[in-house]
């Protein structure tokens, strides 16, 4: 394992800029205050893996909860792609019957997508 900072200046921005978008799509959501923390690249705990697709070098970088469970993903690809989600597992402050269940990022170099995955709330279905 290995933190934020031991990794390359370009995948340390890219991890930056991926923690900054989840926390703009959580704000977004208009949360009451302290409901959805966004995830801080600091605390991010990083390990080297082969990427299936290519076999090319990437980074993965998760972040735990309390208990040492996963509560999100970040995957650093050398090709300048990637792709993350942040759990959340919220209901929707505004839309009751839909549940928030994580912030997904993807995309590569300078462009990043993200949206919310929303479930139908357990109680509408």
Request: glycine content about 10%; some cysteine.
């Amino acid at each position: 394992m290995m933190t934020v900072n031991e990794l390359s200046v370009e995948n340390r921005i890219r991890a930056e800029r991926l923690c900054r978008r989840i926390g703009d799509e959580l704000a977004a959501l208009h949360f009451a205050l302290g409901e959805a923390a966004s995830p801080s690249v600091d605390t991010l705990q990083f390990e080297a893996v082969n990427d299936p697709y290519s076999g090319e070098a990437s980074h993965c970088g998760r972040w735990l909860g309390n208990g040492g469970y996963r509560i999100g993903e970040i995957t650093l690809h050398a090709d300048g792609s990637f792709y993350g989600e942040y759990d959340v597992v919220r209901p929707h402050p505004h839309k009751k019957n839909w549940f928030v269940e994580a912030i997904v990022v993807w995309g590569r170099g300078e462009t990043i997508k993200a949206e919310a995955r929303l479930q139908p709330a357990p109680d509408s279905a």
